[in-house]
């Protein structure tokens, strides 16, 4: 085992510890050790990515990613749903910047209203029905803290150890493209990974393409373009599911109705 | 910027929003907590999506994640209406309290661990530190007119 692949395994077994005892649970329940834990485990993660480019563009993302994640793990961790609820809206939120980062502003902007501005105000709408404080006991237990803490541990550990082979330094050479079925690739499976990735494109290509100034307009072009098809089928989906869920209310009503009529006859 | 390690780094956040998704949607009981995990899920595909739609400099990752979107509002609208009927049938938001819905081979979850009883909630209320006097009510004045 060579000494990143430890590290890897360091930091899963560290973050599987700290997710373990912020989780809530009866007695034992040290959050501040667990966060320090996961803290420890998050830069063991991120010091295997190598840094981005110019200190202003690193300070950003750096920034935006902690946001994301520490809100994320305060969203799985608290024991008030509604703390839940309001620490993943600001999950949103570190999502929809990291969008705004890649260029993606027609996403940003849709997952701050879509997401933060209309489901989640939905889920707190359902929360206010239940006991929001987090005195409820199935609030204040976890199904099987330490195999759930594994699990999700040992998941982010294999992604980013796939992901460091996949974009280690000593493989990133001029990329070979190599076909799925050719020679090259039935002779060595596996054998360099990179050789999968096309070349990063240029400025010029991206400020054409993805990163255009009419970038509603190229999106718009492209959705209502190629994927017509998949947008008509998305809208029906859409109205099935405002229907299925009316229907889901109107059948409870239509119950009650009819039962409290035979009551009184 | 360097593409290649703007990938990498999105690639590493998206999959810690996933793994963080999935200890929320194992191990949490409330259902509104467990659909917020799944959320949780699909915002690190998302940004998976868009910082490989960049890389390879086609829209198609974000014309997937508006699909997400979608997909995702539909599935909000559908578990809120699954879960505000099964909260008028039960008054818990529980999930086990649904466990007789397993299958017949499968061994109920007993419990074992009882929580911690819950706080006490607050039996006297704070009060203002009284300021200002009062005034002095003077009887000629506020005497009745009638």
Same mark, same amino acid.
């Given at each position: 085992?060579?000494?990143?692949?430890?590290?890897?395994?360091?930091?899963?077994?560290?973050?599987?510890?700290?997710?373990?005892?912020?989780?809530?649970?009866?007695?034992?329940?040290?959050?501040?050790?667990?966060?320090?834990?996961?803290?420890?485990?998050?830069?063991?993660?991120?010091?295997?990515?190598?840094?981005?480019?110019?200190?202003?563009?690193?300070?950003?993302?750096?920034?935006?990613?902690?946001?994301?994640?520490?809100?994320?793990?305060?969203?799985?961790?608290?024991?008030?749903?509604?703390?839940?609820?309001?620490?993943?809206?600001?999950?949103?939120?570190?999502?929809?910047?990291?969008?705004?980062?890649?260029?993606?502003?027609?996403?940003?902007?849709?997952?701050?209203?879509?997401?933060?501005?209309?489901?989640?105000?939905?889920?707190?709408?359902?929360?206010?029905?239940?006991?929001?404080?987090?005195?409820?006991?199935?609030?204040?237990?976890?199904?099987?803290?330490?195999?759930?803490?594994?699990?999700?541990?040992?998941?982010?550990?294999?992604?980013?150890?796939?992901?460091?082979?996949?974009?280690?330094?000593?493989?990133?050479?001029?990329?070979?493209?190599?076909?799925?079925?050719?020679?090259?690739? #039935?002779?060595?499976? +596996? %054998?360099?990974?990179?050789?999968? &990735?096309? $070349?990063?494109?240029? *400025?010029? @290509? !991206?400020?054409?393409?993805?990163?255009?100034?009419?970038?509603? #307009?190229?999106?718009? +072009? %492209?959705?209502?373009?190629?994927? &017509?098809? $998949?947008?008509?089928? *998305?809208? @029906? !989906?859409?109205?099935?599911?405002?229907?299925?869920?009316?229907?889901?209310?109107?059948? +409870?009503?239509?119950?009650?109705?009819?039962?409290?009529?035979?009551?009184?006859? | 910027?360097?593409?290649?390690?703007?990938?990498?780094?999105?690639?590493?956040?998206?999959?810690?929003?996933?793994?963080?998704?999935?200890?929320?949607?194992?191990?949490?009981?409330?259902?509104?907590?467990?659909?917020?995990?799944?959320?949780?899920?699909?915002?690190?595909?998302?940004?998976?999506?868009?910082?490989?739609?960049?890389?390879?400099?086609?829209?198609?990752?974000?014309?997937?994640?508006?699909?997400?979107?979608?997909?995702?509002?539909?599935?909000?609208?559908?578990?809120?209406?699954?879960?505000?009927?099964?909260?008028?049938?039960?008054?818990?938001?529980?999930?086990?309290?649904?466990?007789?819905?397993?299958?017949?081979?499968?061994?109920?979850?007993?419990?074992?661990?009882?929580?911690?009883?819950?706080?006490?909630?607050?039996?006297?209320?704070?009060?203002?530190?009284?300021?200002?006097?009062?005034?002095?009510?003077?009887?000629?004045?506020?005497?009745?007119?009638?």
């Amino acid at each position: 085992m060579t000494g990143v692949q430890g590290m890897f395994v360091t930091a899963t077994l560290l973050g599987a510890l700290g997710m373990w005892l912020m989780l809530p649970r009866r007695g034992f329940q040290k959050r501040r050790w667990g966060a320090l834990l996961a803290v420890v485990s998050l830069g063991l993660f991120a010091a295997q990515v190598p840094p981005l480019g110019a200190t202003l563009d690193r300070t950003v993302f750096d920034v935006l990613a902690l946001v994301t994640l520490v809100s994320a793990v305060c969203t799985v961790t608290f024991r008030s749903p509604v703390y839940s609820a309001v620490w993943f809206g600001l999950t949103l939120l570190g999502t929809s910047g990291l969008f705004l980062f890649q260029g993606a502003q027609f996403l940003s902007m849709a997952t701050i209203t879509i997401y933060a501005g209309a489901i989640l105000v939905t889920f707190l709408f359902v929360l206010m029905l239940s006991d929001p404080r987090g005195r409820a006991y199935y609030d204040r237990l976890s199904w099987e803290a330490m195999l759930s803490a594994s699990a999700g541990a040992v998941m982010v550990g294999v992604l980013t150890m796939t992901l460091s082979k996949v974009f280690s330094p000593d493989a990133a050479g001029p990329p070979v493209p190599v076909k799925p079925g050719s020679a090259a690739a #039935a002779a060595s499976p +596996g %054998e360099t990974p990179t050789a999968a &990735l096309p $070349a990063p494109p240029s *400025a010029q @290509a !991206l400020e054409a393409n993805v990163l255009s100034a009419q970038h509603v #307009a190229r999106l718009g +072009g %492209e959705l209502f373009g190629r994927h &017509l098809l $998949a947008v008509e089928a *998305a809208g @029906a !989906l859409l109205f099935v599911a405002l229907l299925g869920a009316t229907a889901m209310m109107a059948q +409870g009503k239509i119950e009650r109705f009819q039962r409290s009529h035979h009551g009184d006859g | 910027m360097d593409e290649l390690t703007l990938l990498y780094s999105y690639q590493v956040v998206g999959a810690m929003l996933l793994g963080i998704g999935i200890v929320g949607f194992l191990a949490r009981r409330n259902m509104i907590v467990i659909f917020l995990s799944v959320e949780m899920m699909l915002q690190g595909v998302s940004v998976s999506l868009v910082s490989w739609g960049r890389f390879n400099n086609d829209w198609g990752g974000q014309v997937l994640t508006v699909f997400v979107i979608t997909v995702a509002a539909c599935e909000a609208a559908i578990a809120l209406a699954l879960v505000l009927g099964l909260f008028r049938r039960s008054g818990v938001l529980d999930v086990l309290y649904w466990q007789s819905l397993r299958e017949a081979n499968q061994e109920p979850y007993i419990e074992h661990e009882l929580p911690e009883p819950p706080p006490e909630p607050l039996k006297s209320w704070p009060h203002l530190t009284p300021a200002g006097v009062e005034p002095r009510i003077e009887e000629d004045l506020h005497r009745s007119h009638v």
